[in-house]
């Protein structure tokens, strides 16, 4: 059985799984160079161009998909793949984000916790929007159907119905008996959002606010949540052309994005308030619904578990529950989550074929491409002494990443013993002067240099771990003004290679690491996306791993 899915919101993407594997994957922007694209034509071409075979389903993801937007789409997919779109009930937004990262964690049983801005909403019978799920937590257990735990929902639009009469409606719609609990302004992401809006950033931009809370001090007597829920009183909505932004009441007019290192202050608190106060919560939930059923092994997913301090404080202060977080947290991966949930439908949980991801984060569409008529032949060599010189290095290496963090395939790299590093790579990148960097270090030395609550490896770079005080010897470039580091390992591939030979040389296990990418764009796909990106920026050389070229500044 071969089953398409795709999504049509920011960040979307198709996936194709055929017989429980997955044969097919790709994000739109990686090839409509459109930062967070919505519409997937391109995607969608380039799987009928495979000619992989035949297509038994097509699903779709999207709540607010109208009569019109359906009625394109389904005249695309029936000339494309020559089959109707099906609109499945059971693509609930939080339960495609959960499915992806239990499947992908192995687990045989887990709770998979999900925070979002904005889930799938709730529609009264007469059509209108009432309600919207902000947060929820499912039980799996493979080859059996997920069971919703908890769910948070927020009232739009003048929900008339009080709040017994919402829950009774929740539960006839849902069939079955779950706790709820109903905000009546923001979810923890929108409350985490008010910090982005008052630095000026895009709704989607809270990795932003993430990297600033580090420079910020928290005042516990101003706790922005009552009840594991953020405070009405303290969040409004404003309505913008572009869609509903969340701000903290009586601040919009404080909104400021080119604040400096002289008057960052006010809005780094704000950061790490909602840093603090939704991390808390996210905490206390965990901990309540472990222990009331018993269960230790939880996958986190939904945007908010790309907040890599949110996971590093989870495994500190729950160092007894076994954690996985979904590396393609945000809404790339409702594709692949839609696919599995329909696959498994579909065959009621009991396929001759079960679900079987790849296992890495590099299963992202790429056709090879011929070699590039630029650059030279280098070697790990020449590339350890460029990166002993000071200079910035992109590596391209095979299939891009899938999700949006750099994992060594489409990375920039750094001598991360610089302590101006960060301020250097900002300027390449073109990013604001507060942002962290990451780094890679060979696995086998992690655990000397990071307080690691005994995790042996961290693969997916989801997790910020604080430094030990080596760390600030050996690589202040890649430490964090609050001690901490974003940190992948790596245990075999060129990027392994290279860290083992710039380790023989200087004696430290990591470098530091970035996406290839500037500021606002797409991360890069092809050889050619890589050259223009190259030639737009202040980036020192490129290197392309399959072909052992190196093109670079001046040669």
């Known amino acids: 059985m071969r089953i398409v899915a795709f999504t049509c919101k920011h960040d979307s993407s198709v996936c194709c799984i055929n017989n429980g594997v997955i044969e097919f994957f790709c994000k739109e922007e990686r090839l409509s160079r459109t930062k967070r694209d919505s519409i997937p034509f391109l995607s969608l071409e380039l799987l009928k161009s495979l000619n992989l075979g035949k297509i038994d389903y097509v699903l779709y993801h999207e709540q607010n998909f109208g009569n019109t937007e359906f009625k394109v789409f389904n005249t695309f997919i029936r000339k494309h793949f020559n089959v109707n779109i099906d609109n499945y ?180 608190n704000k950061a790490k308030q909602v840093q603090v106060d939704t991390q808390n919560t996210v905490l206390n939930f965990i901990l309540h619904y472990t222990k009331k059923l018993n269960i230790d092994t939880v996958c986190i997913s939904g ?84 990166l002993l010189q000071q200079k910035s290095i992109a590596i391209f290496d095979g299939n891009p990443e899938v999700g949006p963090r750099a994992l060594g395939h489409r990375s920039i790299i750094f001598d991360p013993r610089n302590k101006d590093a960060k301020d250097i790579i900002n300027r390449v990148k073109k990013r604001e002067w507060y942002r962290p960097f990451a780094g890679i270090i060979l696995e086998e030395e992690f655990q000397k240099y990071f307080h690691t609550y005994g995790l042996t490896k961290s693969e997916h770079m989801t997790i910020n771990f604080e430094c030990k005080e080596n760390m600030q010897e050996m690589a202040p470039g890649i430490v964090h003004v609050d001690n901490t580091c974003r940190i992948q390992t790596v245990s075999d591939g060129f990027m392994y290679n290279l860290l083992k030979r710039f380790f023989e040389l200087t004696g430290c296990p990591m470098v530091m690491n970035t996406s290839f990418n500037l500021a606002g764009e797409a991360l890069v796909q092809t050889k050619q996306d890589a050259i223009n990106t190259f030639i737009s920026s202040e980036l020192d050389g490129v290197f392309f791993v399959q072909e052992k070229k190196l093109i670079l500044k001046g040669k």
């Open 303 to 386: 945007g908010y578990g790309l907040n890599i301090v949110n996971n590093g404080n989870l495994i500190k202060q729950l160092s007894h529950i076994n954690f996985f977080f979904e590396p393609v947290s945000d809404d790339t991966g409702i594709s692949i989550g839609a696919a599995i949930a329909g696959y498994n439908e579909l065959t009621n949980y009991a396929a001759e074929h079960p679900v079987r991801l790849p296992g890495d984060n590099f299963f992202h569409y790429y056709k090879e491409e011929s070699d590039i008529s630029v650059g030279f032949s280098s070697t790990i060599d020449e590339l350890c002494e460029l």
């Open 89 to 268: 009930s059971y693509l609930n937004h939080h339960i495609l984000h959960a499915t992806l990262a239990f499947y992908n964690s192995g687990s045989e049983e887990s709770l998979a916790y999900v925070a979002d801005r904005q889930g799938s909403l709730v529609f009264d019978r007469y059509g209108s929007a009432i309600a919207v799920e902000t947060e929820s937590i499912f039980y799996f257990k493979k080859n059996q159907p997920p069971k919703i735990i908890y769910k948070n929902f927020v009232l739009i639009n003048e929900c008339k119905l009080n709040l017994k009469e919402f829950k009774d409606y929740i539960y006839n719609i849902y069939d079955c008996i779950f706790d709820i609990t109903v905000g009546n302004t923001v979810g923890l992401v929108a409350a985490y959002e008010a910090a982005t809006s008052l630095i000026g950033q895009h709704a989607l931009e809270n990795g932003k606010t993430m990297g600033l809370s580090s420079y910020g001090r928290y005042d516990s007597n101003t706790a922005l949540f009552k009840n594991n829920l953020p405070d009405s009183n303290a969040f409004e909505w404003e309505i913008t052309k572009y869609g509903r932004r969340s701000h903290f009441k009586d601040h919009v007019d404080l909104v400021n994005k080119d604040f400096n290192k002289n008057n960052y202050h006010y809005y780094a």
